[in-house]
């Protein structure tokens, strides 16, 4: 897509298919590209949040009484090792799914922090939400402000390293809404984080979240498209993401 942007001397770090359906503009106003695609919509901000700011959010993330955060390595650690860590700011926990049958801990750890009463449920995990603090809701609000979307709840991934990942789903369920609107904010490790349709999986684009991007998410996008963020050997710390959502709010 890179002719599209010799004009303005700009090449999008991420490419869609050359197909009917899909179309890509950079917005000066957000510093960001608008990305549209068969039923559905996303914007990616490579570097919305500055450098100072994300470097503070990764450390506010692991800030804790037991380690030194720069320095720990979170892959050795056990499920109940990570239970015991007194994390200052954020609530960490090892979730567990059934897998054919067999207990399975999630790979990677998660938190959720929402408005009183927003529970999320997903992959037969019910989560309630802790209370807001104020690193987070400095995060929600400069989201708000550039996209002009209301969020109330924010479900929070910790990738230790390439071994931890995402598999291919939708965030289709029922409190989300009809067509919710997501927004993704990362910090840390480079992540690969991959959409792709569900009837054509060949149409796929591949966007790379860096420390400080955000990618939104919405229209009918979770309907007719699918998304993971796949295993990368060559990653070796760790990455954080955050997706602000809109609990029993309808569209």
Same mark, same amino acid.
């Given at each position: 897509?890179?002719?599209?942007?010799? !004009?303005?001397?700009?090449?999008?770090? &991420?490419?869609?298919?050359?197909?009917?359906?899909?179309?890509?503009?950079?917005?000066?106003?957000?510093?960001?590209?608008?990305?549209?695609?068969?039923?559905?919509?996303?914007?990616?901000?490579?570097?919305? &949040?500055? !450098?100072?700011?994300?470097?503070?959010?990764?450390?506010?993330?692991?800030? @804790?009484?037991?380690?030194?955060?720069?320095?720990?390595?979170?892959?050795?650690?056990?499920?109940?090792?990570?239970?015991?860590?007194?994390?200052?700011?954020?609530?960490? %926990?090892?979730? *567990? =799914?059934?897998?054919?049958?067999?207990?399975?801990?999630?790979?990677?750890?998660?938190? *959720?922090?929402?408005?009183?009463?927003?529970?999320?449920?997903?992959?037969?995990?019910?989560?309630?939400?802790?209370? *807001?603090?104020?690193? /987070?809701?400095?995060?929600?609000?400069?989201?708000?402000?550039?996209?002009?979307?209301? &969020?109330?709840?924010?479900?929070? @991934? *910790?990738?230790?390293?390439?071994?931890?990942?995402?598999?291919?789903?939708?965030?289709?369920? %029922?409190? /989300?809404?009809?067509?919710? =609107?997501?927004?993704?904010? @990362?910090?840390?490790?480079?992540?690969?984080?991959?959409?792709?349709?569900?009837?054509? =999986?060949?149409?796929?684009?591949?966007?790379?979240?860096?420390?400080?991007?955000?990618?939104?998410?919405?229209?009918?996008?979770?309907? &007719?498209?699918?998304?993971?963020?796949?295993?990368?050997?060559?990653?070796?710390?760790?990455?954080?993401?955050?997706?602000?959502?809109?609990?029993? =709010?309808?569209?």
């Amino acid at each position: 897509m890179a002719d599209l942007f010799e !004009s303005e001397g700009l090449v999008p770090p &991420f490419e869609v298919p050359r197909r009917s359906g899909y179309a890509v503009a950079w917005n000066a106003d957000t510093k960001g590209y608008d990305i549209l695609v068969p039923n559905g919509e996303l914007f990616y901000s490579e570097h919305f &949040f500055s !450098s100072k700011v994300s470097d503070r959010t990764l450390e506010y993330l692991q800030e @804790n009484d037991t380690n030194e955060w720069r320095s720990a390595n979170w892959r050795e650690m056990s499920p109940e090792d990570i239970g015991s860590i007194n994390f200052k700011n954020i609530a960490w %926990k090892q979730d *567990w =799914i059934n897998f054919y049958g067999k207990r399975t801990p999630l790979p990677r750890l998660t938190s *959720w922090y929402g408005d009183p009463g927003k529970a999320y449920t997903y992959s037969g995990i019910k989560s309630q939400p802790n209370q *807001w603090n104020k690193g /987070l809701l400095f995060l929600k609000n400069a989201i708000e402000n550039s996209s002009g979307v209301m &969020f109330n709840s924010v479900l929070l @991934n *910790w990738y230790r390293d390439g071994s931890d990942h995402l598999s291919w789903h939708s965030d289709d369920e %029922k409190e /989300l809404g009809v067509n919710p =609107i997501i927004a993704s904010a @990362n910090f840390g490790a480079t992540r690969d984080f991959i959409v792709r349709r569900k009837d054509d =999986i060949s149409q796929k684009i591949s966007f790379p979240l860096k420390h400080g991007t955000l990618l939104l998410m919405r229209g009918e996008l979770q309907h &007719f498209w699918e998304h993971s963020v796949p295993k990368r050997k060559n990653v070796s710390s760790s990455r954080f993401n955050m997706t602000f959502r809109r609990i029993g =709010i309808g569209d």
